[in-house]
């Protein structure tokens, strides 16, 4: 499985043709307590940097990118009954949506660990 990240501190875990979105620690810990997410719905397709859905915390609202084109293939229902999983486990319990990837060859494009770790800091 790749692990990239985006600019916009989203990050992108690949298994397959299918890919799970999420957001950072760092876009997490920037946004504090996690209080509602918007996810797009099963279906739907998008274009790489199309706008997925909101995350809103108490201190702010942000978009969530997609990462790469695809057609979302699940959502978090987790994640929408408890929001706060963007929190506490960001990589992991706290994804957001899955897309079957639609153009692998952006993939390409995004950040590598080390490239991502010197932009977010």
Sequence with gaps: MTLRYTPEHEWIRVDGDIATVGITHHAQDAL???VFVELPEVGKS?????????????????DVYAPVS???VEV?????????????????????????????SE?????????????AH
Excluded: T
């Excluded at 993939?107 to 932009?119: K, M």
């Design 107 to 119: 993939l390409d494009g995004l950040l590598d660990e080390a490239a991502y770790q010197q932009l």
């Design 32 to 34: 504090g307590d996690v």
């Design 76 to 104: 978090n229902e987790a994640l929408r009954a408890d929001p706060s999983l963007a929190n506490s486990d960001p990589l992991g319990a706290g994804w957001f949506f899955k897309v079957r990837l639609s153009n692998p």
């Design 46 to 62: 998008l274009a790489q940097k199309d706008v997925a859905g909101v995350v809103e915390s108490v201190k702010a609202a942000a």
């Design 70 to 72: 695809g057609e979302v």
